[in-house]
């Protein structure tokens, strides 16, 4: 039976993981993965999220099923957020939103579902993209293309070629957008060049699908909603996927969502159907631990405050970082000015180092980056700062 299978390529980001794992050097330093680090280099447990997981033991739960379409008070919280909590969309019922397994799983039944509804639609995701993007649209059985999207000349969007891509798509082709803190760029659009994403999407018949991985660590819950509440106003129908895994630092508890947005409440009622058949045959229905801390957090004025409050705290010091980075490159004598390292949002750079000066970095200093030159600012902290500046100067040179 596996006489004849291949070997699969090893995931690029996984693969970076083993290698830093296996490497014997105490001063090491893993630039490589998407996961918020606090100052101390640790994974953070939020308070909010311990009162959650305090009261839920004391309550002593019992674990039966959940409704396929998950925890009813987590899925309106999760329209509240990406909408906005008087949403006249929600008032309509014109969004069906359904728990998922964290932002992978919530894309997988988007793109199955869509797969049944438009087979022979056209995926088009950013170049360059989260590197799962593509490959998880081909599993459902997409073509993948790219859309244009980073100019390394000027380190920000190339908005004339992005628009000129999705305009020369396809009607009803699938274009995946990132709703903010673009991974792997940190490189976003502004309000106006959104708008004009919307109307490109709606001239040119297009289905959107926002991915929102990072809702908050940009400029805020509601301002990292803008993407999603300018297509809410535009009157298309589109997909939101949300993941927790980052603004909870919930990663292995898999919480995520999908949302999509239909014309009607009838229509969203037959939309639903369809999704629970996609979860129903996939994995029947979804786990209940995390999706219930998330869902009690943000159900509850006093835990809410506190969970805005430690988001903030990681988003200022993702922003520290980024100062920090600029300012000690410059007193290194990098040589090259990085100030764009500052416009870019979220928790990655595109740095600008080639795939050389990265492997240089691993090889001669033990510092983990991705071969592209993304590296994550949230995995900085005040005690590797310096010797991550040295390091990039110093392959730079
Ligand atoms: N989309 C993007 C853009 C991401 O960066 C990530 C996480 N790295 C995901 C989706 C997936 O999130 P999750 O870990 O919740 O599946």
Redesign the pocket.
Known sequence: LFATVELAPRDPILGLNEAFNADTRTDKVNLGV?VYFTDDGKLPLLRAVMAAEKARLEAQPARGYLPIEGIAAYDNAVQNLLFGADSALIQAGRVVTTQAL????A?KLGADFLKRLSPEAVVAISDPS?E?HRALFESAGFKVENYRYYDAASQSVDFAGMLASLKALPARSIVVL?ACCH?PTGVDLSTEQWQQVVAACRDNGLTPFL?M??QGFADGIDADGLAVRLFADSGLDFFV?S???KSFSL?GE?V?ALSIVTQSREESARVLSQIKRVIRTNYSNPPTHGASLVATVLNSPELRALWESELAEMRDRIKAMRQALVQKLAEHGAGRDFSFVLQQRGMFSYSGLSAEQVERLKTEHGIYAVSTGRICVAALNSRNIDRVATAIAAVLR
């Open positions: 998407g964290g932002g992978t799983g894309l989260w799962n990132h991974n991915d991985a990072y996927s993941s927790f895994s990663y898999r995520g």
